[in-house]
């Protein structure tokens, strides 16, 4: 098997070793960010099935092999060590392996690493300078926490999916696994923030990550409108148009839609303008003239109304020529394949690449969106397929002998495709 060339530049986080118990999405989110820095992801896996998401669509199936894109997307440049966690000597194996890892990242249910004999009060005693980071639907503490959690269920639990949606017609959840992805990625900050500490200390710590709460704390304005009017005002439902903010949302054209942000005085004057004379009241009238009155919830479904209605007669690319000529904010609404196939900017940040991903071939994927001028973070190698990586990390990392491995393949503590 080939492997694809790797970066020259090693990535900030050269010399990290992560070890990897996640599994889905919050978890490995977080740490293919921190293998595209160049830590070394070490990604611990239950025999036979691996990670769930090993079975997720799409599937692509090449000379007899089955895997992935979900996989793929999420676990490239990462190693695979497929261990039974139920036998002493899978445990002995990750404990060795805790000794000589500087992150410990799990997505388990509350309680469960603990009842493996691995949980952070195990963890530090073999290695006080780990950082332990837990996420999980609803943390470690609170009423909540022993209950089951997925990415739909925070959305619910957190009010993101009450605020969804077009008004009077039902709530929606996101288009993508907010709660998932959110939660990895104030994970991510707050490993880094623990890792910067252990730096100038020399202390480890557990770090205990919401799901609800990183969602919750994303409530840009329902909170605080909620809270400061005294718990009278309750932000209304977020479609196209924002309750609170105009002209802030999606607009409709002849054969499309377009999205247009003037949020202060100034841009709304170049809307205006661009609008042409027939729409110049807006700038004298008392209910549009400033943000503060324009943006009052009474007269935002006003604003937003007249705008669409000068959009309707126009077609996108009209109407983005006469918007950007006047320097107002503004974007076609882009579909997936428009995006893939066809965005220069998209081709440009590099943000699809390819790897080399074994019996398929070349595969596009995600680039990295943390972009540095003297290090680089981008996808540093395959998928692993599962356990692909035991004889590396067991005999290279914690010295095992060829013998003994084969014996922890024959009892069944092994696995690997």
């Known amino acids: 098997m080939n492997e694809e060339p790797q970066p020259e ?39 036979a099935l691996g990670d769930d998401s090993r079975h997720f669509p799409w599937i692509i199936e090449s000379n007899g092999v089955k895997q992935s894109g979900y996989y793929i997307y999420l676990n490239r440049g990462k190693k695979s060590i497929c261990v039974n966690l139920k036998d002493a000597k899978g445990l002995e194996i990750i404990r060795k392996l805790v000794e000589k890892c500087d992150i410990l990242i799990e997505n388990f249910s509350p309680g469960t690493m603990a009842r493996l004999g691995l949980g952070y009060d195990e963890v530090r005693k073999i290695n006080p300078r780990v950082i332990f980071c837990s996420i999980s639907c609803f943390g470690q503490h609170g009423p909540y926490s022993s209950e089951p959690g997925y990415d739909i269920v925070s959305q619910g639990a957190s009010g993101w999916i009450a605020m969804s949606g077009e008004p009077n017609h039902p709530p929606l959840q996101s288009p993508v696994s907010i709660g998932d992805m959110n939660a990895a990625l104030h994970a991510l ?81 170049q809307l205006v303008t661009a609008m042409g004379k027939e729409y110049e009241w807006l700038l004298t009238d008392p209910r549009f003239n400033l943000t503060s009155t324009r943006c009052h919830p009474q007269n935002t479904s006003v604003v937003a109304q007249i705008i669409e209605e000068w959009t309707k007669k126009f077609n996108c ?58 290090v680089s973070s981008c996808p540093r190698g ?28 024959r009892e069944g503590v092994l696995y690997k495709v």
């Open 317 to 374: 690319e009209d109407i983005l020529r006469i918007l950007k000529n006047h320097g107002v904010p503004c974007t076609k609404v882009k579909t997936i394949d428009e995006l893939c196939d066809n965005d220069p900017h998209i081709k440009a940040r590099e943000m699809l690449v390819k790897i080399r991903q074994p019996f398929i071939g070349d595969v596009e994927v995600f680039g990295s969106p943390l972009k540095f001028s003297s």
């Open 189 to 269: 900050g707050a490993i880094l923030m623990a890792l910067y500490y252990r730096e100038k200390t020399g202390i480890g710590q557990f770090i205990d990550i919401s799901m609800v709460d990183c969602l919750f704390n994303l409530h840009e304005s329902a909170v605080q409108w909620y809270i400061l009017s005294g718990r009278k005002v309750k932000m209304g439902r977020v479609g196209r148009h924002h309750p609170g903010y105009v002209p802030y949302g999606v607009y409709q054209c002849r054969d499309g839609y377009v999205v247009i942000a003037a949020l202060n005085d100034e841009l709304w004057k």
């Open 382 to 409: 395959h998928a692993p397929l599962t356990g692909e990586h035991n004889e590396e990390i067991l005999i290279g990392l914690l010295g095992y002998t060829k013998e003994e491995l084969s014996e922890l393949y």
């Open 9 to 47: 530049n090693p990535g900030p986080l050269a010399g990290i070793r992560v070890l990897d118990f996640s599994r889905v999405l919050a978890g490995p989110f977080t740490t293919r960010f921190l293998a595209d820095a160049g830590a070394e992801v070490i990604k611990v896996e239950r025999p």
